[in-house]
């Protein structure tokens, strides 16, 4: 049998070769921002291994937080660390007592702490004392090294979204990446 080899088909072959062979060779040699790229997403997976710190109150938007925060720890894999600020006013000193605040504490983070184990994720909770419940959130990630911290953005339907004195401390002081949710208008009216 004979083959009949025509210029044409020969030119075609010889870029249909040369194509899959470039393919090939970038599939083996990734250009420096394909490397860099997957580094970084490898790095933020390994960063992710700590807990993530959300804070507490229990309102009903503070329960949307729970929710949030359990299927979030989910996805991620990862321990969530309920926290619960006791806002020690300045009239008392710094490790004053408050037993009526810390029961309802720790009954808020009794109710979180089975909510999230519900859903099988690992959760702590943990009062923390402090003059300003921006720095009791701040001191609470340190302590855990924690990943993220997952805070609730409040908002009145008619007022622009503003940053309270807390949320404005943890942004500047937090150890970690910091994630911001806003409740739909229909849960704040």
């Known amino acids: 049998m004979e083959a009949n080899l025509s210029p044409v088909g020969l ?11 470039s393919i090939l060779w970038w599939m083996l ?21 700590g807990s993530i710190i959300v804070p507490i ?11 949030i925060a359990t299927n979030f720890a989910q996805r991620l894999e990862v321990p ?3 926290v619960y600020v006791m806002e020690i006013p300045l009239v008392l000193p ?4 408050m037993p009526e605040e810390r029961e309802k504490g720790e009954r808020i983070l009794l109710h979180a702490q089975v909510v999230a184990e519900k859903a099988g994720i690992i959760a702590k909770g943990k009062i923390v004392k402090a003059r300003l419940a921006g720095a009791g959130i701040v ?17 009145h339907p008619d007022e622009e979204i503003t940053l309270g004195r807390s949320v404005r401390y943890v ?11 806003k409740p739909s208008t229909k849960e704040v009216a």
């Open 11 to 21: 030119i075609i072959a010889i870029a249909f070769s040369g194509t899959v062979g």
């Open 29 to 49: 040699h990734p250009p420096v921002y394909v490397r860099v790229a997957l580094e970084t997403v490898a790095k933020g997976e390994e960063e992710m291994q």
């Open 57 to 67: 109150t229990g309102s009903p938007l503070s329960e949307k937080l729970l929710n």
């Open 80 to 82: 969530l660390r309920f």
């Open 94 to 97: 710094p490790d004053a007592e």
């Open 139 to 155: 001191q609470a990630a340190r302590e855990d090294n924690a990943s993220m911290i997952l805070l609730l953005l409040s908002e």
């Open 171 to 181: 942004v500047r002081n937090a150890p970690c990446d910091v994630l911001f949710l």
